[in-house]
């Protein structure tokens, strides 16, 4: 319920301005009346709240499909700016630090790749068709087998379903799926959304 509470509070701020708009030029062109009024202040906020919360859940329901695709765990924390998830390889241990060195790089979504000895990559991902890219690291060894993945946006990306949030998330999902990651059970803090 957090996560849908939050959802539909970028919803709302998103939709704000438009529904602003719309409130001034119904005064404009039917004037202060009584029913311009009424309409304008009761009528009207309550449909863009139903209309933003539709828009919320189908954001969720998107972000909810990816994770699932991944094997990573919705948790209340999911439209946040910074994600930070623990994964390990899907398949044969064997080698598995250059495969995924290999398939980071070789991604189409992924540029300006460098590595910080053989311990940490930093990278940009472009988790929509866009020009935008999030910032992302992932560092090997501190537990054996695992990776830390490390992925912050802040560049005002558009988010799921357009609600300027969920864009790390996102990029969290499209990395584990193409370097062959899978995520790691973890305590959460909060219930799963």
Not at 79 to 87: A, F, G, M
Not at 100 to 113: C, G, N, P, Q, Y
Request: glycine fraction near 10%; charge should be positive; charged fraction near 25%.
């Amino acid at each position: 319920m957090k996560l849908l509470t939050a959802a539909w509070r970028a919803a709302v701020a998103k939709s704000v301005p438009v529904a602003f708009v719309l409130l001034v030029t119904e005064f404009v062109s039917d004037g202060f009346t009584r029913e311009a009024v009424a309409r304008g202040l009761l009528f009207r906020p309550l449909c863009w709240g139903v209309m933003t919360l539709g828009w919320a859940a189908f954001a969720l329901r998107s972000l909810r499909r990816r994770a699932r695709k991944a094997g990573i765990a919705l948790t209340d924390g999911a439209l946040d700016e910074r994600q930070t998830r623990v994964l390990r390889p899907a398949s044969d241990p064997e080698g598995w630090q250059e495969r995924v060195r290999e398939r980071l790089v070789a991604s189409e979504r992924a540029f300006l790749v460098a590595e910080k000895g053989r311990e940490e990559i930093h990278f940009r991902w472009r988790p929509w068709r866009g020009e935008q890219s999030v910032w992302g690291s992932l560092s090997f060894g501190a537990t054996p087998g695992e990776v830390v993945l490390d992925v912050h946006d802040g560049e005002e990306l558009r988010g799921v379903a357009g609600l300027g949030k969920g864009s790390a998330l996102v990029a969290v999902c499209q990395l584990a799926a193409a370097t062959g990651l899978e995520a790691v059970a973890q305590p959460t803090k909060g219930k799963p959304g």
